[in-house]
């Protein structure tokens, strides 16, 4: 194979791991417009945690492929579980669509039948998404060589683009969530998703992708994960962490969009637009993330993980506590196709607490662990699950005591992420 032929399927196989990239941010963060679809289907019966059971899915699925995927990762090579892992998207995606074409009349209980069959498809979807953690990373580290670490950076840039554009698609297009709206009525983008997915499988199948050489390396650990204080709290904080990503968007845009009880309706926006609006919303949300990651890679050299950490996780418990409070207040500003009360943008500033704490918490959890930082990986992995779990708690408190109080999940999260780095850091066995 000439230089020039090597150089072009390099370029194909980062350009195919980018729009992966892209649809693990697309395909997760499309759950909480989906979810407000649902919330409004006979048989749901307006329930907030019931509406939040498509990211609970996705995010559940991690309890049980995180671990699992390493060891596939280890057995099979990088290319096959790649493969494996497009393969369950497409019909995880595709599934979500099915959904939508099955009969209203037909249901388990009182429960429409129909939201069983979108809720395994989010399932599936989230063995995808898992798979797809454990796989591109890596992968752009062997093909860009020295440029590895740049690359995931610009992947990850890109993830944002997308985590940003799938509220704000799917709320352009459904306008206003009422008993009328159907997953049909966005079974274009799923079909768009599903594609992006199959297109992707074709190009890696054909791809000359090998497995990074490993390298070994002395045991210089100091310490077992769990024997570990510091690594087990900051594990624990991984926990809560996907809690706040997965529930301060989610709780918001549920909470905007509600045809009953929208503060943007007090506020003189156009009822139709509600979805419009708090999917833009959620937008600005992820599009925070984003900055926020700009931000972290550009002053990461001069700030300590620890300050970062006590930085964001300070800011994320006043920008809660401020958005639960001036929630009563009767005014807004103009955003986008609508207005939005003042608290709203409070929440949305959550988004630039949380760009970074992924990678500072890891950071201080696996300090000194030597060799037993994988062991600690693979933790941090079932961790994810916290996306799928406090979300489903803090809707439920929303369904019991309003969407304002149900905001009291993210600020003790915020502020247990605040005491960790404020005094648990420390190794300490």
């Avoid at 008993?179 to 998703?193: H, M, P, R, W, Y």
């Avoid at 959890?365 to 037993?372: A, I, P, T, Y």
Wanted: with cysteine; glycine share 12%.
């Amino acid at each position: 194979m000439s230089t020039t032929e090597k150089k072009s399927g390099s370029f194909i196989a980062i350009a195919t791991m980018f729009a992966l990239y892209g649809m693990v941010g697309f395909v997760t963060f499309m759950a909480a417009p989906v979810g407000a679809i649902w919330k409004e289907q006979p048989g749901i019966a307006g329930s907030n945690m019931l509406a939040t059971m498509g990211v609970t899915m996705n995010f559940m699925a991690y309890l049980f492929m995180g671990i699992p995927s390493g060891m596939l990762l280890s057995k099979i090579g990088y290319k096959k579980t790649s493969l494996a892992a497009i393969a369950a998207g497409c019909i995880g995606v595709l599934i979500q669509t099915a959904s939508g074409y099955v009969p209203g009349s037909l249901t388990i209980g009182t429960l429409p039948t129909a939201w069983f069959v979108y809720l395994l498809g989010a399932f599936i979807s989230g063995f995808s998404m898992c798979m797809l953690n454990t796989v591109i990373c890596p992968m752009l580290n062997t093909l860009g060589g020295a440029r590895g670490n740049q690359l995931n950076l610009a992947g990850g840039t890109f993830q944002s683009i997308c985590t940003t554009l799938a509220p704000i698609l799917l709320g352009g297009i459904v306008g206003a969530v009422t008993a009328e709206t159907k997953i049909t009525d966005i079974s274009g983008v799923l079909f768009t998703a599903a594609a992006v997915f199959a297109i992707a499988f074709i190009i890696i199948s054909f791809l000359p992708i090998k497995d990074p050489e490993q390298v070994a390396t002395a045991d210089t650990g100091d310490g077992l994960p769990l024997t570990s204080r510091h690594c087990l709290m900051g594990i624990f904080g991984i926990f809560l962490y996907m809690g706040i990503e997965a529930g301060v968007g989610t709780g918001m845009n549920l909470w905007l969009s509600d045809a009953n009880s929208s503060p943007l309706l007090a506020l003189g926006n156009d009822p139709t637009k509600l979805a419009a609006i708090a999917g833009s919303a959620f937008g600005a949300f992820c599009f925070l993330m984003l900055v926020g990651r700009f931000i972290g890679s550009a002053i990461g050299g001069k700030v300590t993980p620890r300050m970062l950490l006590l930085a964001t996780a300070g800011l994320g418990v006043v920008f809660v506590a401020l958005g639960m409070a001036l929630s009563k207040v009767g005014c807004g500003i103009p955003f986008g196709v609508g207005t939005l009360p003042i608290s709203a943008f409070f929440f949305i500033a959550c988004g630039l607490c949380a760009s970074v704490m992924w990678a500072t918490i890891f950071n201080l959890s696996v300090d000194g662990l030597g060799k037993n930082t994988e062991k600690a990986s693979g933790l941090f992995m079932e961790m994810v699950i916290g996306g799928a779990l406090l979300p489903l708690v803090q809707n439920f408190i929303a369904d019991k005591a309003g969407f304002v109080v149900s905001f009291i999940v993210p600020l003790l999260c915020f502020a247990y992420l605040f005491v960790y780095a404020l005094a648990f850091t420390r190794k300490v066995k």
